[in-house]
């Protein structure tokens, strides 16, 4: 074995010791979900921002809260609503003046977008006016402010929250926007037992005290590693044919494809899909992205990137539906 190679078994050994740590200490605020916080560990390892959907009271706005503690980086929650404006995200210029010299001059007061990890709450309870406030800072992670740009800290995800029970008084995320998101994380109820333990322990009079368990940079260095995690051509093949078989006009897309789907993912989604191996392949110890890996994140890339037509509303055809198909019809 190389020396590289031992490098690279020895930082996967240890992503994987941290990962358990992350896991264990989030438990003490969380109970259940180990599926969400396991698609929310992977959003970061993997440097990008997901959307997160569930009925209200299922702790997504505690989880995102307790990872920024385990993870030591400045947090900020912006609550959307349908008066805000976009400069109460990114911050706007204001006029100062020098009590010396009374002479005024001009200053940008940063808003709450400057932070590591940010929840949107209800992301789309905002006009699309200021949900494109998030183009920018989601993609080139940056603020752009009359003719000055200023650079968010790093590393920075966006994990957005959405009811998906409540459409009045709500705005549908534009595509270009939901293209953004990496992932769709959908949290569930949770079982019998579990609801019974959050009674119980939500009720009492102490609450867990979380301890920091990385911080930016060994985030940073960690997402350097699942990068630099190999795939070979055969595994991105797959990834870019299981989602051009999304796409109606595509030759690849099965019949029901062609008769549910108005829209189907973009090549960012491709991306995701090997990004998305690549980091569950090194959170496993394994030395490349595979099938599996692919397969494994699937749902999660694919979910807010299908659009379907009438028909499929007509005859009741989710989303979900067809990803469960074309995971069976497509293999590697």
């Known amino acids: 074995m190389t020396n590289n190679e031992s490098e690279n078994v020895a930082a996967l050994e240890r992503l994987t010791a941290q990962r358990q740590a992350l896991l264990k200490e989030l438990g003490k605020a969380i109970v259940g979900q180990q599926d969400v916080i396991e698609n929310v560990l992977l959003t970061i390892f993997s440097g990008g921002h997901a959307l997160v959907i569930g009925v209200p009271g299922l702790a997504k706005t505690l989880l995102i809260r307790s990872l920024g503690r385990v993870l030591n980086m400045s947090f900020s929650r912006i609550q959307f609503t349908p008066d805000l404006m976009p400069s109460d995200i ?40 200021t949900q494109a406030a998030m183009l920018q800072v989601m993609q080139e992670r940056e603020v752009t402010i009359g003719n000055n740009t200023y650079p968010l800290p790093s590393p920075f995800h966006v994990f957005a929250t959405q009811n998906p029970i409540e459409m009045e008084g709500t705005y549908i995320l534009p595509e270009a926007q939901a293209d953004r998101f990496m992932f769709s994380i959908i949290v569930r109820y949770p079982s019998h037992e579990q609801e019974e333990k959050i009674a119980r322990d939500t009720t009492a009079s102490e ?17 350097k590693l699942v990068r630099a995690m190999p795939v070979s051509a055969e595994v991105a093949r797959f990834a870019v044919r299981l989602v051009a078989s999304t796409r109606p006009d595509d030759p690849l897309a099965p019949k029901y494809v062609k008769e ?40 999660q890339v694919l979910n807010h990137r299908i659009l379907t037509n009438f028909n499929a509303r007509a005859q009741k055809v989710e989303v979900s539906e067809i990803i469960e198909n074309l995971l069976r019809d497509v293999q590697p």
Do not use: M
């Not at 005290?209 to 060994?218: F, G, H, K, T």
């Not at 789907?261 to 989604?269: E, H, I, K, L, T």
């Open 207 to 223: 609450t867990p005290e979380l301890q920091p368990i990385l911080n930016a940079a060994d985030i940073l260095e960690i997402q």
């Open 260 to 299: 549910f789907v108005r829209w189907g993912a973009s090549p960012r989604a491709s991306q995701y899909l090997v990004l998305g191996a690549k980091a569950r392949a090194a959170v496993s110890g394994r030395l490349c992205a595979d099938y599996e890996g692919v397969q494994s994140v699937a749902r």
């Open 90 to 129: 990114t911050g706007t210029d204001i006029i100062q003046e020098d009590p010396e010299t009374g002479k005024r001059h001009i200053e940008f007061l940063k808003g709450p977008i400057f932070a590591n990890l940010i929840l949107a709450d209800e992301i789309n309870r905002t006009p699309p006016k």
